[in-house]
């Protein structure tokens, strides 16, 4: 019964525009306008406040540390300057010369001009972009409905002539 229902005539151009508005929807979602990745930084870029998607640390004597999963908070040392606070209750993993080690460390704050650089998740979206594609994917939209339309409006009075002959 459903399906009769789907299938029946007048509602053919209903099901064309819910067709054509899922396929956009999911051509949307599967093309986002993030760059998700791992990008490296210099740490003078950086402001005060919590920054979850640090994963790694640099130092200048080749130090790495990993902050996966860690709680990093980066507060002002001075006007010019700020520090890494690594709030870590289990062992943070670092790697030098010698290979790699484990270290308890609780509440390690690193200051700025000992860091070379800082290694992190960016997952920000453009919202300029994101709009712009909403935008546009709608103005799409209209126009394949409209042609959908005007060709449905174009093959009914073609019928139509045709039976009157």
Do not use: H
């Not at 790697?95 to 308890?104: E, H, L, N, P």
Request: aromatic share 8%; hydrophobic share 40%; with cysteine.
């Amino acid at each position: 019964m459903f399906y009769n229902k789907l299938n029946n005539p007048n509602i053919k151009i209903y099901r064309v525009i819910l067709n054509c508005f899922l396929i956009l929807a999911y051509l949307y979602s599967y093309s986002g306008c993030a760059a998700p990745g791992m990008y490296t930084e210099s740490p003078n870029s950086f402001e005060p406040g919590p920054a979850s998607n640090i994963k790694t640390l640099e130092l200048k004597n080749g130090t790495i540390i990993d902050c996966t999963g860690k709680i990093i908070w980066i507060v002002k040392e001075s006007e010019s300057s700020v520090a890494f606070v690594i709030a870590a209750d289990n062992k943070i993993q670092t790697q030098d010369s010698s290979g790699q080690s484990a270290t308890k460390l609780k509440d390690t704050r690193i200051s700025q001009k000992d860091v070379k650089s800082v290694t992190f998740d960016n997952t920000e979206v453009d919202s300029n972009v994101e709009g712009f594609s909403l935008v546009g994917g709608l103005v799409t939209l209209g126009i394949i409905i409209g042609i959908i339309i005007g060709l449905s409006a174009l093959m009914s009075s073609a019928t139509k002539d045709l039976t009157k002959k």
